[in-house]
């Protein structure tokens, strides 16, 4: 090995190991955490804005059968009375509901079909961020030395007020 691959090599090694020791890894394992958490608030909006969408188009479509019962009444009315010009306003405004109401059908589908897979996705992803956390909280406490090595029991915070809960229920806490 030349000289200068012995040099180039040693850099090197000498830029890893800066690097290294400037990545505090409880820090990256923290930012992980919290990257991991914001991608499920933001699901977690998604989701409640597709369910203001539905509400909304809930309000739309009762707003659609009410103007087309009205317009089917008008327009019995005018063919009753023999009005075909009133007939043919009352039937043109009867089909435009009628073609709103397939839209809104086929939109509400869309959105209920939508918000069942965020769910779907967004349960899934709740479940192994529970896990990310609970393996994140593990190494940091073996590396801090506070565990008992690598067989370091995690208690989470929900873990934690589900026994406050526990025990003010028994009397064991004062309120």
């Known amino acids: 090995m030349s000289i200068f691959n ?11 190991g ?20 914001a991608e499920l608030v933001r699901k977690r909006a998604k989701l409640q804005l597709l369910e203001q969408d539905l509400r909304q188009l809930e309000r739309e ?16 009315t005018a063919l009753a009375a023999g009005n075909d010009e009133l007939s043919r306003y009352a039937l043109k405004a009867v089909l435009v ?20 897979e965020l769910t779907r996705t967004l349960t899934e992803q709740r479940e192994r961020f529970d896990a990310l956390k609970e393996r994140v909280n593990a190494e940091l406490l073996a590396e801090s030395g506070e565990g008992t090595g690598a067989h370091a029991e995690v208690v989470t915070e929900e873990q934690v007020e589900l026994e406050l809960l526990r025990r003010k229920a028994q009397g064991e806490v004062a309120p």
């Open 61 to 76: 479509e009762k707003a659609t059968v009410s103007e087309l019962s009205s317009f089917e009444l008008d327009a019995r």
């Open 97 to 116: 509901r009628r073609a709103r109401q397939r839209r809104q059908v086929e939109r509400r589908e869309e959105l209920s079909r939508a918000q069942g």
């Open 18 to 37: 800066l690097i290294d020791a400037l990545e505090d890894r409880r820090l990256l394992l923290r930012q992980c955490v919290r990257d991991a958490e």
């Open 6 to 16: 012995r040099i180039k090599t040693n850099v090197r090694a000498d830029a890893h």
